[in-house]
C-alpha cells in the first residue's frame, strides 16, 4: 500500500524539486567544483588518466526516460549557473532543438539506448538465452538507430548510456550487453558507455537520484560536497518535478506493453 501512495504522490502530487537542484548547481561551484559533461570528463580521462581530470568535478548525467519539459528546466538552471551536463535522449523522448541547444551551450545530447529491451518486447521472448543468441539482430539494429540520430543531430556521440526496462530485469539480459562488442563500438566512435567499468572506477561517489521518499542513492548530491572530489550524479527529470500528463502516459505505456509481453 505505501508503494502505490508513494508512487502517486510522486507521479501527481510532489511540489517541485528543481529549486533544490539549482541550489546544488550554485553550490558546487562555490565550492570549487568543476560541473562537466560525461564526454568531458571520459576525454579527460582518456588523455591521461588521473592527472588529466579536475581536482574537484561534479558530472552531471541526465537520462531523459520521460518528461522533456522538465528536461529543458533543467536544463536552463545549468545554463544560469554555467555548468554543463550530458543529456541521454531514448528514441521516445528525441527533440533535436533541444539537443542542439544543449550541444550548442557546450554540453553534450546523445542516445539512451534500450534495444534489447525493445527486440524482447516485439518478439514476445522470455528466454535469457534466447536474447543473447539473438545479440547480432540487436546489434544491428542499435547500428542503425545510433547513425540514424548521429546524423540528424549532426554531431559524433562519443557516449551513450544503457536505458534499464522492467524486462531487463527480468530477464537480466541489458542493453549495455549490446557494447560488449568492440567492433560494433569503434564502427559508432564510441568511447564510452557510461557503465563502463573502466569509466566509474574514476569516480569517487556515484549518486543516483530515486523516488519519493528516498530521493537520491546511496547519499545525497549535498553531502559528498567537500567529502569527495570526482562525484558522478546522475538524475532523471521525472524525479524533480511533477507533470501528470507526462506520468500518465508513461504508466499507460508500460501496463501495455507489461500485457503484451
Known amino acids: 500500500m505505501n508503494t502505490v501512495l508513494n508512487r502517486l504522490y510522486s507521479d501527481y502530487l510532489m511540489p517541485s524539486r528543481l529549486a533544490g537542484y539549482g541550489r546544488l548547481l550554485a553550490r558546487a561551484n562555490d565550492e570549487g567544483y568543476r560541473q562537466l559533461s ?28 520521460s518528461d522533456l519539459r522538465t528536461a529543458a528546466k533543467m536544463f536552463a538552471l545549468e545554463q544560469k549557473h554555467g555548468v554543463a551536463a550530458s543529456y541521454y535522449f531514448r528514441l521516445s523522448t528525441l527533440d533535436f532543438g533541444l539537443m542542439r ?28 538465452v534466447e536474447v543473447r543468441r539473438r545479440l547480432p539482430e540487436i546489434r544491428k539494429r542499435f547500428l542503425e538507430n545510433y547513425t540514424w540520430i548521429e546524423s540528424r543531430l549532426g554531431r559524433s556521440m562519443p557516449t551513450v548510456a544503457s536505458h534499464g526496462d522492467f524486462v531487463n530485469r527480468r530477464l537480466q539480459v541489458f542493453n549495455h550487453e549490446i557494447l560488449n562488442d568492440h567492433a560494433l563500438r569503434a564502427r559508432c566512435g564510441i568511447a564510452w558507455e557510461t557503465y563502463d567499468a573502466a569509466l566509474l572506477n574514476h569516480f569517487d561517489a556515484y549518486i543516483s537520484d530515486r523516488p519519493h521518499p528516498v530521493y537520491f542513492h546511496p547519499f545525497s548530491p549535498q553531502s559528498a560536497l567537500g567529502r569527495h572530489a570526482r562525484i558522478c550524479l ?17 504508466n499507460v505505456r508500460r501496463l501495455r506493453e507489461q500485457l503484451a509481453w
Not at 564526454?39 to 561534479?58: H, I, M, S, T, Y
Not at 550548442?104 to 535469457?128: I, Q, R, T
Not at 546522475?234 to 508513461?250: D, G, M
Request: charged residues 25%; glycine residues 8%.
Open 234 to 250: 546522475l538524475t532523471h527529470p521525472v524525479q524533480w518535478e511533477t507533470n501528470w500528463r507526462e506520468s500518465t502516459r508513461c
Open 101 to 128: 541547444e544543449i550541444e550548442a551551450a557546450g554540453g553534450e545530447a546523445s542516445y539512451h539506448y534500450e534495444e534489447v529491451a525493445d527486440f524482447a518486447k516485439e518478439h514476445h521472448l522470455h528466454d535469457p
Open 38 to 65: 560525461v564526454r568531458a570528463f571520459g576525454a579527460a580521462v582518456a588523455a591521461g588518466a588521473d592527472g588529466a581530470a579536475p581536482g574537484r568535478c561534479l558530472v552531471h548525467r541526465h537520462d531523459i526516460d
